[in-house]
Structures are given as structure tokens and as C-alpha cells.
């Protein structure tokens, strides 16, 4: 594939349905074609992928959180580690809502998270 390709498909995916398997391949050729395209200068990062990013750090704090919950539960450590481990979990989580929010283009985006986490409340 060369860039003209890259770009006819781009243009193809973000005319068809947003579907999961559409986004995968949009987000990888546009990637693909930013690596080629971009001096190292502007090659940062992009909202979506510090989105995809902060999205991907949660899993492996949460995993240790749970592997130390189980530990504390079987009387093997006190539930400083615990704490400790959770609060890390839930920075993750801040961090990841708050890049995929600076990772909206339109205000109907923004309400939706805005109000996902106004209405957030835990049930018992």
C-alpha cells in the first residue's frame, strides 16, 4: 500500500458504518499514515491514542488490586496494600476519562460523558 491507498480507505471507513471492526481499521491506518507522513516533531501522540492509552493502563493495576484483595481476604496482608493498590486503580480510571474526553470533536460527546458521571451512583 502506498499513501494514496491508505487515504482512499480512510476515506471509505469514515463514510461507512461506525462499527468496533470499522474503528480498528481506521484507527490503524490513520496511525500507519501518520508514522509516514509526520516529521518526528509532529508525531506526538493524539488524543485518541493517549485515550487508548490510559484505557490500557487500567487493566494491570486492576489485576494487582485483585490479586492483593484475594491475598488480604485470606488473612495473608493488612488492607494498607489494598487501599494503597485501589487508589492507584482509580487514578487510572480518572486519567482515562479525562483523555477521552479531550478526545471528543463534538459537544453531544461531551454532554454524554458529562452526564455518564454526573448520574454515576452504585447500587446495593
Not at 490513520?30 to 484505557?55: G, W
Amino acid at each position: 500500500m502506498n499513501i494514496a491507498d491508505i487515504n482512499k480507505c480512510i476515506a471509505m471507513l469514515e463514510q461507512g458504518e461506525t462499527t468496533y471492526s470499522n474503528c480498528q481499521k481506521l484507527a490503524s491506518l490513520l496511525t500507519v499514515r501518520n508514522y509516514f507522513t509526520q516529521s518526528p516533531k509532529e508525531s506526538k501522540m493524539s488524543d485518541l491514542e493517549h485515550a487508548q492509552k490510559e484505557l490500557a493502563d487500567i487493566l494491570p493495576h486492576y489485576n494487582k488490586y485483585c490479586h492483593l484483595k484475594a491475598d488480604f481476604q485470606r488473612n495473608l496482608i493488612g488492607k494498607e496494600p489494598v487501599l494503597e493498590s485501589l487508589g492507584i486503580v482509580c487514578k487510572e480510571i480518572k486519567e482515562y476519562l479525562q483523555a477521552l474526553y479531550s478526545s471528543t470533536d463534538m459537544p453531544e460527546e461531551r454532554i454524554l460523558l458529562e452526564e455518564l458521571i454526573k448520574n454515576f451512583s452504585f447500587y446495593r
